[in-house]
């Protein structure tokens, strides 16, 4: 089991910046790869940005590309996922999730587990 806690969520001017952590404790061995999803109101959960625990792969969606950037820090087993110039549109709450594979990185189902997700509004 790994478990997995985000923070750093809130309320934000569009703009504006935030920093999000995600925790990982447990059988982080098994994980290999992290990834950010969301979910906006009323929307389906989707992919936000990955990165692999050696560092060597990256993704983003097309939706951030250029203004978040992903990030870990293994000897915290945590990642961040830094967002810059947040629109009202980013408004949505943030999951962490653990994967032991990188294989389905956008994917919601190639991901073992998930975190309780942090929230950010946007405002206009």
């Known amino acids: 089991q790994v478990q997995l806690v985000e923070s750093g969520g809130g309320l934000v001017q569009a703009g504006g910046s935030l920093r999000l952590s995600c925790a990982a404790s447990g059988r982080t061995v098994s994980s290999v790869v992290m990834g950010w999803f969301r979910q906006a109101p009323g929307k389906e959960r989707e992919f936000v940005a990955a990165i692999t625990w050696s560092g060597g792969n990256i993704y983003y969606a097309d939706s951030v590309k250029g203004r978040f950037t992903i990030s870990r820090d293994n000897a915290k087993n945590t990642v961040y996922l830094q967002m810059n110039s947040l629109k009202p549109e980013d408004t949505a709450v943030y999951y962490c999730?653990?994967?032991?594979?990188?294989?389905?990185?956008?994917?919601?189902?190639?991901?073992?587990?998930w975190g309780q997700g942090t929230r950010v509004t946007v405002s206009s």
């Open positions: 999730a653990s994967a032991r594979s990188d294989y389905y990185y956008y994917k919601e189902s190639g991901y073992d587990y």
